[in-house]
């Protein structure tokens, strides 16, 4: 189904792939670390923001359930889920943001380490290098606070702010 704004989609996922030793102990070589994936996924996505780099107003969110299962070919049965929420509201120069980020596992069997949640990065856990977090869960929340100083012709314009991050 889609829409200008949005879409949800509905499918199977297949493929697998192999882990290679690039560093660590020689001992691990011996290990195989082949997976096949087999999975059904749901997705919504919906956007209103007005713009990607620096919204002042709308939201975005993005959802996600996967369930992998070996009847569909996997390596391994689990559950998981994933949510991305942003939204900005603008009065005159002024903007407040707020994002939310969310995934784990659903029901009790645990995601393999090959499908951990990743993060960090700029705004995105600031001051953690790109996806340098892993854990089989994760929630995060920021608050932002920008102010736009001055408007460029071409460019978006200068901004200066705040922001809080928790995760």
Known sequence: QFTKYGELRVGLMAG???AELQIGSPILAQYSIRRDIGALRARLNLDQLDNTAF???GYALAAQVVGSSTKLGATDT???WTLNFVGAKSFD???LQIGLVGGGAIGNEPLPLYDYMSFGGFMRMTGYRSDQL???S???GRLLYMNRLLRLPLLEGVYGGAMIEAA
Do not use: F, I, Q, S
């Open 16 to 18: 697998g792939g192999d």
């Open 55 to 57: 919204p002042r107003n």
């Open 78 to 80: 689990y559950n998981r």
């Open 93 to 95: 120069e002024h903007t």
């Open 134 to 136: 892993r854990n089989e």
């Open 138 to 140: 994760m929630y995060y």
